[in-house]
């Protein structure tokens, strides 16, 4: 069974902490991204999320989200599903859309990426 708690480092060298799984699903943790749309230093940023959970066997699937709120206006949205293989690596595969504050209703074409 695949257990998302844990620490989780991407292939951008992007660092995920879940430290608190609940029961029910319920999760939260901070982000560390080695990659900013400024450029700038990369800061701790929160986490919240949820699991789909499948009972004893089975690779649930999961969505979070990310406010990048000390060094950005931005949020990304992340889902995602956890998988094992035959030596027992865990591996979570995502796919994520990043919300960027805009000025206007005008630049809402170039806003989510």
Known sequence: QCQLN???RNDQGSLME???LRDNGDF?????????????CAQISP???????LGEEG????AFTVR????????????GQCFVD????????????LREAVG?????WKATR
């Open 6 to 8: 844990g620490l989780w």
């Open 18 to 20: 879940i430290s608190v």
């Open 28 to 40: 939260q943790g901070q982000y560390l991204t080695r990659v900013t749309l400024s450029g700038g």
């Open 47 to 53: 986490l919240k999320g949820a699991q789909q959970q």
């Open 59 to 62: 690779w649930p699937t999961f």
């Open 68 to 79: 990048w709120d000390k060094f950005s206006n931005a949020t990304t949205a992340f889902v």
């Open 86 to 97: 035959a030596g027992g690596k865990e591996t979570l595969t995502t796919m994520w859309l």
């Open 104 to 108: 206007s209703l005008e630049e809402d």
